[in-house]
Each structure stands twice: as structure tokens, then as C-alpha cells.
């Protein structure tokens, strides 16, 4: 299958199989991941209109973090993109605060959390005392998210495959 997705995703005209014998795959992803038709039969949706897979990143501002015991963590302030790649590098959750005074700020890395569009909002596999423990900062002192130290002990912490690899 030669076709311009896999020029695009791969740089280059040649599929790459990583699949099953058999498997025709859907689309060739960076580094020769795929997806494959029978993985993921569900992802692809033709109802009308955006989401729950492909949503503008300003609709998501704002909404609940919750754990899975559905306690509320926080609010997800900024949706962070690396920019030279098109990632969704991090979700920035805001905790405590009144009016974005005193907030403090934790970039999730995207992986760790996972939607949940019955409930309307993200759902993180993290207890409130994790939380508390977890690496933060706050608005006026932002971290470096660029510096690969960082981003490594950041997804380290949240269980989390980076984004890059």
C-alpha cells in the first residue's frame, strides 16, 4: 500500500508492516508503528461534527480531572503541543486556587490521562496524596518542558510512555 499517508507519516513511499501476517494495515505510524485494521476497528467515527477523538484543544480547557475513585483533581487549564512534532505533549492541571490566584500547576504528560466523554471529563489514574507528591509549580515560574531531564522525570513519575519515543 503505497500511498500518501505513509509518505507523510513515515518519509518514505514503502509501508511499514509491523502487524501480523495477514493484517492490512490502516495507517503507518512514526517509527514504524502501525495501526491495524482489527487493533482498532473502533477508532474511526463518521457521526457528524468533532469529537470524542478529534476535538478543537480550547474545548477541552476546563474540564474535571478525576481519579478513578471520581474524586475531582483539578481542571485542565492548557492543552501544551510540541509544536515541531504536532504532539499533545501535556495536559497543565490546575489545583486549589480561587480565580487563578494560588493555583498550583502539574503538567500530566497526554498519555497518563485518558477521556472520558460520558462523564465529560479526563480521567488519571492518581490518588489526591499522589497529587500532592507529584512534581508541580506554579503560574509565575514555569518549567522548561523542552529539557529532556525534566520531561523524562515528569513522565517517570505518571507511569507515563513519553511522547517522543
Known sequence: MNDIHDTIKTGTTSPVRTGMPGEEPLTTGARGRGMFRDERADYWDDKQGPGPRVMAADTLTGDDVRNDA???????AHVMIDVPTGRVAYGVLSVGGFLGMGD????IPWAAMRLDPEARCFRLNLSKDQLKDAP??????WPTMADQRWAEQVHAY???IPYWA
Not at 471520581?70 to 485542565?76: A, C, F, S, T
Not at 498550583?104 to 503538567?107: M, N, Q, V
Open 70 to 76: 471520581d474524586d475531582k483533581l483539578g481542571e485542565l
Open 136 to 141: 508541580g509549580f506554579d503560574k509565575d515560574a
Open 104 to 107: 498550583k500547576l502539574f503538567a
Open 158 to 160: 505518571y507511569h507515563a
